[in-house]
Structures are given as structure tokens and as C-alpha cells.
């Protein structure tokens, strides 16, 4: 049943750094080749943050500064502004305190949501209730990370999966039947050693051993977190089909993370919807953390319609995951 809605996406931004780190360049660091990276995992390069003078904060920047240019919103009509991370600039310091100074965003109160994969997920439906209670009228979400600053080049099993980048989204109220309908979000703990950077925070601070024993890397087990991914999301998915009474094939768009392409593929046969209804970017950024949703409704912005119904879903560390169900609005236009 549709809950009391109102708040809608009326503004999308992204960015993506220059710099391609192709698999035949991976083939040249780790024993691995383009053909199993390609066949296992849909990826075939990833972009990475190269100049050590910059960090999440600036790629969250750019993506809002695309933002706001695509929108011709100033930035000091910004309210709130939420970062999705789990590679923020800083221990101590949202990056989000860095990103309202850098971003001009004089009148904005902001803070970081860290949900690793989930986290835009979990982040804009935090922005939308912000929005549909009625005190905030211009709230922007950011998925952003910089995992090649947590990802260790030498071991094969993870470094060919990730890459880095940010998205946003612009909310704001709407008096139209758009916008956020429904949430169905899921955490485990349980999960939590199957996919996390081991030291650096208060449990395991840095020492010159953790450093020594690479403890500062994403670990995974990446046949546990498979599995786990591709039945966390088509089970919210199916939940939130049932809780809103719709049919799989009402859905005009499916946005999964960007994992896995294989992951992406099982979670969309899962649910029976058509391939050519189900989104895919992986090819070209790999896994960017809390930044793939952002990025891909940047990247296909032109071909949602008013109105379509779209599923949102995410599965990361933690366990952390879930989907959210939202019907397309009209974006602001220069
Ligand atoms: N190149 C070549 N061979 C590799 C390799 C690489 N980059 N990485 C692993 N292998 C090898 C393994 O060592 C293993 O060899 P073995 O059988 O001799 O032990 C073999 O390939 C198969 O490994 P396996 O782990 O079963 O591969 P997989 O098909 O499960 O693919 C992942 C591995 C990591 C791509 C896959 O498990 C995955 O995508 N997991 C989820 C990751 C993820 O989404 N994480 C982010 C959070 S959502």
C-alpha cells in the first residue's frame, strides 16, 4: 500500500575519474586475465581517484557541482546534504562537513551515513522523510567512495572488483503522484566479517604491525557474500512487490548495486524481469561502493519516464541490504 509520499528526485549528478584501470592493466599487476575477470564478474575497467592531493570529498563535490549545474539550483538553496561512504576522508570529520566548504553549501547542515554498498540506499530514503516531513525542501544524497584507498593491489580475489566515483541526487517536496513510495531495508551483523577493512577503526587501531599484516585492505569472502547478495536482494525485492501489490513486470527499471554482473543477472531472473529492464554499468566503473546507484541513474537518466515505477536495490557489508520502490518524477532542466 502506497505510504504518504512526497518527495522526489528532481536533480541527478555524477562523476567518474579520468584515470581507466583496464583488466589488461590488472593482468600486468596480479595473475589474473581479462577473459575469467570478464566472465566471472562483467567487469572490463574500473576508474580510479590517482592524484594522492584528492579524496571522496572531491569526487562527492564534482558530482554535486554537476548537479547543481544540471539543475541551475543555487547552492545556497541547499538544506542538507547526506554522504553515503565508507572511505571518508577522514576518521574523525564527516566527509560531508568537507564537502558543504568545497561545494559552497553555506546553508546546509550535513552528515555521513556509512552503509558501505547500501549505503545510498539507506541514504535517501534518510533524505526523502527528511523532505516529506516538511521542514526541509532541498535535501541532495551522495553515494561516493574512493575504494582504491582501501583495496590491496597485490591480492587477486578483491582489487579486480572495485573502482571509485560518486553520484547525487537532488529531493525536494512534490505535490504529484511521484517519488519515493516504499523502503524494505534488512541488517545482519552476522555478516560482518565476511566483507570489512579489519583495522583503522577503535577495534583495531593503526599500528606499524596492522599495516605490515595489510589489515588496512578490504578482506572478503567472496563466495559467502555472492550467495548472500544475490538472496538478500530478490528476497526485498519480492517483498516490496508484494507489500505495494504490484507484478514483477509492472516494473519499467531495475537499479541493482553493481557488484557483480552475474549477481545483477541472478537477482533479475530471480524476479522474472525482462534483461533489458534491468540496468547495467558495471562493464565500465566496476563496484564503487555506495556511488554504483547514484551513477547509474546519472548514467540513464534519459531513458526513465514520468512516471515509471522503478525498484532501487543494494546489498553490502554488514550485512546491510534492501529495496526501495519509487515512481519517476520530472527533472529540473537548465
Ligand atoms: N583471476 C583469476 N583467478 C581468480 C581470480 C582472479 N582475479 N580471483 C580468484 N580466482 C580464482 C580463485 O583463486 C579460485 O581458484 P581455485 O579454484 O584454484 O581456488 C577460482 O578463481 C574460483 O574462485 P571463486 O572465488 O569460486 O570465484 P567466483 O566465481 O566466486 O568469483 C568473485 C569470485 C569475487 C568475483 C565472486 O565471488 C564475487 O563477485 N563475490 C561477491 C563480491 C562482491 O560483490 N563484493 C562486494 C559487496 S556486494
Not at 223 to 250: E, H, P, Q, S, Y
Request: proline residues 3%; contains cysteine.
Amino acid at each position: 500500500m502506497r505510504l504518504k509520499s512526497s518527495a522526489v528526485i528532481t536533480g541527478v549528478g555524477g562523476y567518474v575519474p579520468d584515470n581507466i584501470l583496464s583488466n589488461s592493466d590488472l593482468e600486468k599487476m596480479v595473475e589474473t586475465n581479462s577473459e575469467w575477470i570478464v566472465s566471472r564478474t562483467g567487469i572490463r575497467e574500473r576508474r580510479i581517484l590517482t592524484d594522492k592531493s584528492l579524496a571522496t570529498s572531491d569526487m562527492a563535490t564534482w558530482a554535486i557541482k554537476d548537479l547543481l549545474n544540471n539543475t541551475k539550483v543555487s547552492p545556497d538553496e541547499i538544506d542538507c546534504v547526506i554522504i553515503a561512504t565508507s572511505t571518508p576522508d577522514h576518521l574523525l570529520l564527516s566527509t560531508a562537513s568537507i564537502v558543504c566548504d568545497k561545494a559552497d553549501l553555506t546553508h546546509a547542515w550535513a552528515t555521513d551515513v556509512n552503509a558501505a554498498c547500501s549505503g545510498f540506499l539507506y541514504a535517501f530514503t534518510m533524505g526523502a522523510s527528511l523532505v516529506e516531513g516538511g521542514r526541509y525542501k532541498k535535501v541532495i544524497v551522495v553515494g561516493a567512495d574512493q575504494n582504491s584507498a582501501i583495496i590491496n593491489y597485490k591480492d587477486r580475489n578483491t582489487c579486480i572488483l572495485f573502482g571509485d566515483g560518486a553520484g547525487a541526487v537532488l529531493i525536494e517536496p512534490t505535490t504529484d503522484d511521484v517519488g519515493l513510495i516504499d523502503s524494505v531495508f534488512k541488517t545482519d551483523g552476522k555478516g560482518r566479517e565476511h566483507l570489512y577493512v579489519p583495522a583503522g577503526g577503535s577495534k583495531c587501531p593503526a599500528t606499524p604491525e596492522s599495516v605490515a599484516d595489510r589489515k588496512h585492505f578490504i578482506q572478503q569472502d567472496g563466495r559467502i557474500v555472492f550467495k548472500a547478495a544475490i538472496n538478500g536482494m530478490t528476497d526485498t525485492c519480492t517483498a516490496i512487490l508484494k507489500r505495494n501489490d504490484l507484478d514483477i513486470l509492472d516494473i519499467d527499471w531495475l537499479i541493482p548495486h553493481q557488484a557483480n554482473y552475474r549477481i545483477i543477472h541472478a537477482v533479475g531472473d530471480h524476479l522474472g524481469l525482462p534483461a533489458e529492464r534491468v540496468k547495467v554499468n558495471i562493464d565500465r566503473y566496476g563496484n564503487t561502493t555506495a556511488a554504483t546507484i547514484p551513477l547509474c541513474l546519472w548514467d540513464f537518466k534519459d531513458d526513465f519516464k514520468y512516471n515509471d515505477n522503478i525498484i532501487l536495490t543494494a546489498f553490502g557489508a554488514g550485512f546491510s541490504w534492501g529495496a526501495t520502490y519509487l515512481k519517476w518524477g520530472k527533472l529540473r532542466t537548465a
